[in-house]
């Protein structure tokens, strides 16, 4: 595309805020909030912690939804980018993106079951502490199912847009390149993970998303301090050198 319109670079910049506050409350909500609180393999000592920072647990939830937000509003701001370069991609990508976030959006749900067993509620006396605990403790863990069941949602829309990248020459290519490469691993490493849980033993979870997750930072801050880029200038540049 040798034009880009006023709507396409407001939505990049749109795109790089959004990109960047969700990479920052997802990051926040689950190392700096969340995680402290949850003890591996240890239900008892997860529920009073919980009980304990109930407002810091609550928090976690609120950087979450705000993340589905933040991601609601960057699937819109791409398609309007991509719309001119082929709307079919583009819709196929926004879509991917909208699934992922559909399900995340699940894990704050699983949490707040979590708390409801955790109360006084007068319907639960009837089951021992334990078991509330315990049940409190798996509604936490399924968080986790929601996010590797939304990733190869999320890999597959991270893909379409690298791709999109790619073709339209807004960004840098080899940024680009890195960006399919980086998100069909994801796609890979999703699926092979959800048909055998211990492939992680073998590549480690945190390497199934962490090249995607830096790629699509790297073109946030891209988006916001650099914009969009018309391919013919890059052309003319290529040529003079």
């Not at 705000?66 to 819109?76: C, K, N």
Request: with cysteine; aromatic share 14%; proline share 4%.
């Amino acid at each position: 595309m040798d034009n880009i319109d006023n709507s396409q670079r407001t939505a990049a910049k749109v795109a790089g805020i959004a990109g960047i506050l969700a990479f920052v409350l997802v990051v926040f909500g689950n190392y700096v909030l969340l995680e402290p609180l949850v003890v591996p393999r240890n239900a008892v000592d997860t529920a009073r912690n919980i009980l304990a920072h109930q407002t810091q647990f609550r928090f976690a939830l609120a950087c979450f939804i705000t993340y589905d937000i933040s991601g609601i509003v960057l699937l819109t701001a791409l398609y309007v980018i991509f719309a001119p370069v082929n709307r079919g991609l583009a819709m196929a990508g926004a879509l991917f993106r909208l699934a992922f976030v559909m399900l995340w959006l699940v894990a704050p749900l699983n949490s707040l079951g979590a708390l409801r067993l955790l109360s006084d509620a007068g319907y639960l006396q009837v089951f021992e502490a334990e078991r509330l605990q315990a049940l409190a403790r798996a509604q936490i863990a399924a968080s986790f199912d929601d996010y590797y069941v939304g990733l190869p949602f999320f890999g597959l829309a991270a893909t379409v847009c690298a791709w999109l990248w790619l073709k339209s020459n807004y960004i840098p290519r080899g940024l680009s390149i890195f960006g399919v490469i980086a998100s069909a691993w994801c796609v890979l490493c999703a699926f092979v993970y959800l048909i055998s849980p211990n492939f992680n033993k073998i590549v480690n979870d945190y390497i199934f998303d962490s090249p995607m997750a830096l790629f699509e930072l790297i073109v946030s801050f891209w988006l916001l301090f650099k914009g969009l880029r018309p391919a013919a200038s890059n052309q003319v540049q290529t040529g003079v050198v």
